[in-house]
């Protein structure tokens, strides 16, 4: 009877990175969807997972892989956290925290992978220089906290 097959040490640095570089495509695709239609985020999926820049950069920079996965999921969970503030927001009912919560997670550990502060200043630039404010109306204190708390916590 044989014992387990040792792991080398190259498949263990580089097997979640393979994972995280693969789900990536997907959070491209639901980010991309959210802000215009399925055909682009089908395009958009396909680029990213064909694109010879993201294999380099995956393949060289381990733990840009972690970063990119974290900071587009964030993306994702705060645009989430936008429309649900903005549907709810004429229901007079705020559920919508979870999201606010999954996105300072995601920025959190996003931070935690590799330090590039400036990247919260993405998002909220996105959301503070477009007109649309009545499409996207601002999250109130108590998410931001919520926000920036899990992103401590996490990070």
């Given at each position: 009877?044989?014992?387990p097959v040792?792991c080398?040490?190259?498949?263990?640095?580089?097997f979640?990175?393979?994972v995280?570089?693969?789900?990536?495509a997907g959070?491209?695709?639901?980010?991309?969807?959210?802000?215009?239609?399925?055909?682009?985020?089908?395009l958009?999926?396909?680029?990213w997972?064909a694109?010879t820049i993201?294999?380099?950069d995956?393949r060289l920079?381990?733990?840009?892989?972690?970063?990119?996965?974290?900071?587009w999921?964030?993306?994702?969970?705060?645009?989430r956290?936008?429309?649900?503030?903005?549907i709810n927001?004429?229901?007079?009912?705020?559920?919508?925290?979870?999201?606010?919560?999954?996105?300072?997670a995601s920025?959190?550990l996003m931070?935690?992978?590799?330090?590039f502060?400036h990247?919260w200043?993405?998002?909220?630039?996105?959301?503070?220089?477009?007109?649309?404010?009545?499409?996207y109306?601002?999250?109130?204190?108590?998410?931001?906290?919520?926000?920036?708390g899990?992103?401590?916590?996490?990070?």
């Open positions: 009877m044989a014992g040792p080398p040490d190259e498949f263990a640095v580089r979640p990175n393979v995280f570089g693969a789900l990536t959070v491209i695709f639901a980010l991309v969807e959210e802000l215009f239609s399925v055909e682009v985020a089908l958009s999926a396909l680029l997972s694109g993201a294999i380099i995956n920079a381990k733990e840009d892989t972690l970063l990119v996965f974290c900071a999921l964030g993306y994702y969970f705060y645009i956290a936008k429309k649900a503030s903005a927001a004429r229901q007079y009912v705020k559920p919508y925290g979870k999201w606010c919560v999954a996105a300072g920025f959190g931070l935690a992978s590799k330090y502060p990247y200043g993405l998002i909220f630039l996105y959301y503070y220089l477009p007109s649309n404010r009545k499409e109306p601002p999250l109130c204190r108590r998410d931001f906290l919520l926000l920036l899990t992103c401590a916590l996490c990070s």
